[in-house]
């Protein structure tokens, strides 16, 4: 019986020995993946970090070109405001024009009219001074 319980006793040290190095063989692979994982949260950590460094930068530029823009329309808007000044001149010119071109014409009529008596006028002023 001693060397059943001998035999027994092998067998369930055997056993131990066998859940031991499995206990051993799983607790190093947790330690792997725990490692594993410290790895993977540290690169995501680095990651997450350049994605708001980038992001910031992006808010940046954004900022910098919208500032832009609202300078860009401001100097469009005044601008739009001198044309819109010059608008009353230009229109006083057009009536300007309207009426240089109203007395060009009177004087061209009056020219047809008087321009041969004036000539002949002339024309005897100087022959009565010769």
């Known amino acids: 019986m001693a060397e ?3 035999g027994s006793v092998g067998i369930i040290r055997q056993q131990i020995g066998e859940i031991l190095g499995t206990v ?3 607790t190093d692979t947790l330690k792997e993946v725990q490692l594993e994982g410290l790895r993977r949260e540290d690169r995501l950590a680095a990651e997450l970090r350049n994605v708001k460094h980038e992001q910031r930068q992006n808010d ?3 900022s910098a070109k919208l500032e832009l823009l609202g300078k860009q329309i401001g100097e469009i808007d005044n601008k739009v405001k001198n044309l819109e ?3 009353v001149p230009m229109e006083s010119f057009a009536k300007l024009r309207t009426y240089a071109v109203a007395l060009m014409v009177i004087g061209m009529v009056i020219w047809s009219v008087f321009g041969p008596i ?3 006028v002339v024309a005897m002023w100087i022959g009565g001074r010769k």
């Open 4 to 6: 059943e319980n001998g």
């Open 24 to 26: 051993r063989s799983q």
């Open 60 to 62: 940046q530029i954004w």
């Open 85 to 87: 000044s010059l608008k």
């Open 118 to 120: 004036l000539q002949g």
